[in-house]
Nanobody, 121 residues
Framework: QVQLVESGGGLVQPGGSLRLSCVASGSIFSINIMGWYRQAPGKQRELVANIRLGGSTNYADSVKGRFTISRDNAKNTVDLQMNSLKFEDTAVYYC???????????????WGQGTQVTVSS
């Protein structure tokens, strides 16, 4: 099992910045993808960004150029720097880790409890 604890959400004005952080603990394998998803009221949860163990990243089109994901493999942390925030970025943001069980093709999904990000003037 992997436990994820998020921090850094809050209220920010449009154009402002926030940094989300997530710490993973527990039984962490070496092959994994760390990422952030978000869910706005009445909408489905969507991928914001993820980053592989080797550092390759993937971003939703809506956040490209504004958000930056990074990770520290030694500390098992993943951060999301969010700049130029817009009203439509308002959502609950969830940390996610995808683990490949060694010796198998089975992927496990772990989620944090979520942190609220509200962009409002």
């Amino acid at each position: 099992q992997v436990q994820l604890v998020e921090s850094g959400g809050g209220l920010v004005q449009p154009g402002g910045s926030l940094r989300l952080s997530c710490v993973a603990s527990g039984s962490i394998f070496s092959i994994n993808i760390m990422g952030w998803y978000r869910q706005a009221p009445g909408k489905q949860r969507e991928l914001v960004a993820n980053i592989r163990l080797g550092g390759s990243t993937n971003y939703a089109d809506s956040v490209k150029g504004r958000f930056t994901i990074s990770r520290d493999n030694a500390k098992n942390t993943v951060d999301l720097q969010m700049n130029s925030l817009k009203f439509e970025d308002t959502a609950v943001y969830y940390c996610n880790v995808k683990e490949l069980v060694p010796g198998t093709i089975t992927w496990l999904d772990f989620w944090g409890q979520g942190t609220q990000v509200t962009v409002s003037s």
